[in-house]
C-alpha cells in the first residue's frame, strides 16, 4: 500500500505542510531562559549553543548509528565526518546528515505513509540538505520514530544546560576604599557572591544533564596599561591592616596618578574564568568555559605625605 500511494506523496505533504505539520514543538533550550544576555563582556554569555537530537527511520537510528550525529566533543557531524550545525530551521542534526523536528501531522498525511504505527513514538518532520544549502529532494516528509523520543546526546544536553547557568554579577572591591594613592597596595577582591559554582539542568525526556559552573580565575586590567591573573578572588581589606601591607594574594600598586586618564581616573575590569563540567546519563564531561566582567573607576592621586621615606 505504502508504495502506491508514494508517487502522489510530495504533493500532499506540500499542499498540507504550512497548515499543520509543525505542529509539534522541538524540546530545546529557550533563548531566554534565565534571561541570558548574549554578548561579549556580559554576566551570562554562553551563546553558543547548539542541540542536537539523534533521529530514525525505519527503525534505523540515527542519533546513535554510523558515523555521523553527535560525537563525543559535543558536535554534529554527517557521515562523511564533516561538521555540520546541530541545528537548523527547527530541527535536530540525525547521524545520517539530515534534520528531524518534532511535529504533529493530520490523519490525512499519516494515512499518506502508510498510517498510524502501533506502539509507543513519534512523528518528525525530516530534512535534507544539498551541499549548497537546498533541500534534497525525495529524502525528507514525515518519518515516524518507534519507541522513546529521540534521545539527545549528553554532551547536547550539557550545551543546553550552560546556557541556562546564570552566573553572578561580577562586584569588584578595590581596597582600601575610595581614590586610590600612588605608591601604596592596593587589595584586589571580588564580593563573595561573585565567585560561587552555579548549576542548571537541561532534559530530554528521561534523560537530564547538569551543568556546574566553577570559577577559576579572574583576570584584572587596571587601566593604568597593567594585568594580572590571580587564583582566587582576593583577599577583603579590613581598617586594622597596615596601610602599607600588600595582600596576600591579589594586588597591585600604581606607580602613576590617574589624572592624565580619560575623565581623570582608571577603569579597572575583573574578568571571571568558569570551567563548566557536566554529568548525567551516567556519563561526565566538559564544555566551553564562561566568562563575566566588571568594572569600576578608581582615581590615583599622589600623597607625598604618604610616600614619603
Known amino acids: ?68 550525529g553527535q560525537g563525543g566533543d ?5 557521515p562523511a565526518g564533516k561538521e555540520i550545525p546541530c541545528e537548523r530551521d527547527g530541527g535536530y ?11 504533529d501531522p493530520p490523519a490525512s498525511v499519516i494515512d499518506a505513509v502508510g498510517g498510524q504505527p502501533e506502539g509507543e513514538g513519534g512523528w518528525y518532520l525530516k ?18 520514530i518507534a519507541g522513546a523520543p529521540p534521545v539527545v546526546s549528553p554532551e547536547v544536553l550539557a550545551r543546553q544546560a550552560r546556557k541556562r547557568l546564570n552566573l553572578p554579577t561580577v562586584v569588584i572591591k ?6 586610590q594613592l600612588v605608591n601604596l597596595p592596593v587589595w584586589l577582591a571580588l564580593d ?48 586594622s591592616t597596615n596601610p602599607r ?11 602613576h596618578p590617574s589624572a592624565g586618564a580619560t575623565g581623570g581616573s582608571y577603569t579597572v575590569t575583573a574578568t571571571v574564568t568558569w570551567e563548566v563540567t557536566w554529568a548525567g546519563a551516567g556519563q561526565s564531561g566538559t564544555v566551553p568555559g564562561l566568562e563575566t566582567t566588571g568594572q569600576v573607576q578608581t582615581r590615583v592621586q599622589e600623597s607625598q605625605a604618604v610616600i614619603s621615606r
Open 1 to 68: 500500500m505504502l508504495s502506491r500511494r508514494l508517487p502522489f506523496l510530495s504533493c500532499l505533504v506540500a499542499a498540507l505542510l504550512a497548515a499543520s505539520i509543525l505542529g509539534g514543538s522541538p524540546a530545546r533550550a529557550d533563548d531566554s531562559t534565565g534571561g541570558v544576555s548574549c554578548g561579549p563582556g556580559t554576566a551570562n554569555p554562553g551563546c553558543d549553543v547548539n542541540a542536537g537530537t539523534g533521529g530514525s527511520n525505519g527503525g534505523t537510528d540515527h542519533g546513535n548509528g554510523g558515523s555521523g
Open 74 to 78: 559535543g558536535k554534529c557531524r554527517n
Open 93 to 103: 542534526a540525525g547521524a545520517d546528515g539530515c534534520y528531524y523536528q518534532p511535529s
Open 127 to 144: 530534512v535534507c540538505y544539498n551541499d549548497d544549502g537546498t533541500t534534497t529532494a525525495g529524502l525528507g516528509g514525515p518519518v515516524w
Open 174 to 179: 578595590l581596597n582600601p576604599p575610595g581614590d
Open 192 to 239: 563573595r557572591s561573585s565567585w560561587k559554582p552555579q548549576s542548571a539542568t537541561a532534559s530530554a525526556g528521561a534523560v537530564s544533564v547538569t551543568a556546574t559552573a566553577r570559577p577559576v580565575n579572574v583576570t584584572w586590567a587596571m587601566g593604568d596599561g597593567s594585568s594580572q591573573t590571580c587564583d582566587g578572588p582576593g583577599t577583603a581589606w579590613t581598617r
Open 245 to 255: 601591607a600588600a595582600s596576600p594574594d591579589c594586588g597591585h600598586v600604581y606607580r
